[in-house]
């Protein structure tokens, strides 16, 4: 059963600007492997955070560096969960999770779905 939706949309050369600005958003926001990516990557994977917070109907136990997004062999991003933020999400009976994402034309986009069993 779908639990929750959440969108969000980022623009890019502004995200780049707030990264450059204030450099250790990059040690708050994303998980160590996140981090080496380029700027696109980088906001797609941060409205793919905000859009998922959105769908749990906010942020009570999730935290930043603990959501990360991860390619699977073909390509499709999915989240990977740690530490309390997966015992979160477990708890409030969320069992399964739908991510697409989306950058062009200076805009990254996410949508993401929750279910729950």
Known sequence: MIVGIGVDLV???RFERSIARTPRLLTRL?????RML???SLAARYAAKEA???????SDGV???EIEVVSEASGRP??????STAEA???RGITRTHLSLS?????ATAYVIVESA
Request: charged share 20%.
């Open 52 to 58: 998922l917070i959105k769908a749990l109907g906010g």
């Open 103 to 107: 950058h062009d034309a200076g805009m």
């Open 11 to 13: 623009d890019i050369p």
């Open 38 to 40: 380029k700027p696109h």
């Open 30 to 34: 994303f998980a160590p492997k996140e």
């Open 63 to 65: 935290h930043w560096t």
């Open 78 to 83: 999915r989240f990977a969960l740690s530490g």
């Open 89 to 91: 999400m477990a708890a």
